[in-house]
């Protein structure tokens, strides 16, 4: 199985940046994919940033040219870098991975808070 541990959210004013990190673990050959997720009290869990094998990514318009998304093989770590932050950004970000086999694997979620 794959297990995903998600770190480095916090709160930080607007304007401000912050650096998520997803550790990766276990059979980490069956992920086909991986992306963030977050979900804002009251609201449905949406994709913020995708990232394939090879590679190719893909973002929610609401973060293109602020976010950027990136993967450290050596490490197993992937990452969310979040630049210009808004108070709209304010979620439970959630690391997935998309197996081969088509399983979905969730992490346990880290919380940003945009605030003044």
């Known amino acids: 199985q794959v297990q995903l541990v998600e770190s480095g959210g916090g709160l930080v004013q607007p304007g401000g940046s912050l650096r998520l990190s997803c550790a990766t673990s276990?059979?980490?050959?069956?992920?086909?994919?991986m992306g963030w997720y977050r979900q804002a009290p009251g609201k449905q869990r949406e994709l913020v940033a995708g990232?394939?094998?090879?590679?190719?990514?893909t973002y929610a318009g609401s973060v293109k040219d602020r976010f950027t998304i990136s993967r450290d093989n050596a490490k197993n770590t992937m990452y969310l870098q979040m630049n210009s932050l808004k108070p709209e950004d304010t979620a439970e970000y959630y690391c997935?991975?998309?197996?081969?086999?088509?399983?979905?694997?969730w992490g346990q979620g880290t919380q940003v808070t945009v605030s003044s």
């Open positions: 276990g059979n980490i050959f069956s992920i086909n994919a």
């Open positions: 990232i394939t094998n090879y590679g190719s990514t």
């Open positions: 997935n991975a998309h197996l081969i086999s088509g399983l979905e694997i």
